[in-house]
């Protein structure tokens, strides 16, 4: 392999999971770009090789691009890992969706983009339950009663929310591939574009 790549790739995305030793075939190379709104400090994607079954993570941490040196073969994607200091969240997101990638040994790949976007839906049909045994107020001043129910702070009649993942694969133009060359100084041959596909 042209390791003439790996110092800017190191530079860029910092040191990769993986450093083969002298004796071992030069690794491939799967570089990836991610944009997320979960607000996780680290968001790994589990990378599994369908030869032995063996798990690989390609982490994003500060930078929106990750790299990762993997051996040749046929890799499918697994489990989203979103981790902060409270706790780590396994997102079935990838699984079966994006089409197994094939890498060859000591060449370098650039896969795109993926999005990762949390909305909240609200519920249209998830108004509180309305118990009809609601305990009268009687008003001491007037010794009226009154129909309301109460429980110090009202009844909560906001429709209910949940929250979803949406996953986006985005588009990549030509111009977006040469800009990514173009930081690691990497020819078109140097760096292949393999585009997901679903």
């Known amino acids: 392999m042209d390791r003439s790549i790996l110092l800017p790739l190191l530079f860029v995305f910092g040191p990769v999971s993986a450093t083969p030793s002298i004796t071992e075939a030069s690794p491939a190379i799967f570089i990836m770009q991610v944009t997320s709104n979960l607000s996780c400090e680290t968001l790994d994607i589990e990378l599994i090789s369908r ?11 500060s930078s929106a691009y990750s790299a990762v040196e993997l051996p040749s073969g046929a890799y499918e ?15 079935d997101l990838l699984n079966d969706k994006i089409a197994p990638i094939n890498l060859t040994a000591g060449q370098a790949y650039y896969a795109g983009r993926l999005i990762f976007q949390e909305v909240v839906e609200v519920e249209a049909n998830g108004s509180p339950n309305v118990l009809s045994n609601c305990p009268r107020i009687i008003s001491r001043a007037r010794g009226e009663s009154s129909n309301a129910c109460h429980d110090g702070i009202g009844v909560d009649t906001l ?15 030509d111009e977006d591939i040469a800009l990514v060359r173009e930081a690691l100084f990497a020819t078109e041959s140097q760096l292949l574009y393999l585009p997901l596909k679903l």
Do not use: W
Not at 51 to 61: G, S, V, W, Y
Not at 159 to 173: F, G, I, R
């Open 159 to 173: 429709a209910q929310t949940s929250k979803a993942v949406n996953v986006y694969l985005p588009e990549v133009k």
């Open 77 to 91: 994607f697994g489990d989203v890992i979103c981790m902060n200091k409270e706790n780590a969240q396994t997102l």
């Open 51 to 61: 030869a032995d079954n063996t798990h690989e993570n390609i982490r994003f941490e």
